[in-house]
């Protein structure tokens, strides 16, 4: 095996073991933790959440390329801003998949204790509209700030 694909393997190992998935009785939607930088790409965020969910990424269906499907559910990944698209594109994929959308919104606070007001309110928001159209909503949450330009 090259060093790469060793790397990959054992990036995508460490990061389902430390993600710290969590239900919770405080906020509407559930969240997940991962050891990843909020800045993180798109990629690297599906790679680690389809690794925690035990689903396989960038699945073509007809509708268009599942970010994440496992048995039962289909998750698009998008940052927070794009969760209108997000969640069109999650119920399109479910209709076609007979399975269960989820919306995985990447949040840039470190946590949901670490959050501004106007964030919470803005994700129950959301959580609101998912709920009307039985979408699961999923904030994906960063262990770490944003990189520096220039950092890896």
Known sequence: MSNKILFAVGLLFTLSVFAEPTTNMVYNWDYEIFPLASGSREK??????AT???GRCEV????????????TEVYEVERQDNWKEGMGQAIAYATETKKKPVLALISSAQGPKNMQKRSRERFDFVHNICAT????????????PELPHGSK
């Open 44 to 49: 690297l965020w599906q790679a680690a959440l």
């Open 52 to 54: 925690n969910v035990g």
């Open 60 to 71: 073509k269906i007809q509708a268009g390329k599942i970010d994440i499907e496992t048995a």
């Open 133 to 144: 159209n039985n979408v699961r909503l999923l904030v994906l949450f960063p262990s770490s």
